[in-house]
């Protein structure tokens, strides 16, 4: 079974957030609308209405996925 890593840097409140997952298999389909559509729905259930119209963060994935799909090197994501 592999070993999955994830390491952030910077804050949500800062200029951006940066996510870094290592350990995910090639051949995986990913794209930043499923990152972004993920952290819509968990932010539903954590943040009041008020709160989720100020933060309206965007994740772009910077590296690790090619052509929608992941291609074994860690995945970095950029949250601004």
Aim: hydrophobic share 35%.
């Amino acid at each position: 079974m592999a070993t999955l890593r994830y390491l952030t840097a910077g804050e949500s409140h800062g200029k951006a957030l940066i996510g870094i997952l290592e350990g995910i298999p090639s051949g995986l389909s990913l794209s930043a609308e499923d990152i972004n559509r993920r952290s819509r729905k968990k932010a539903d259930g954590l943040w009041s209405w008020r709160q989720m119209k100020i933060e309206s963060d965007h994740a772009e994935i910077l590296s690790g996925v090619r052509w929608g799909k992941t291609i074994g090197s860690p995945i970095t994501s950029l949250s601004k």
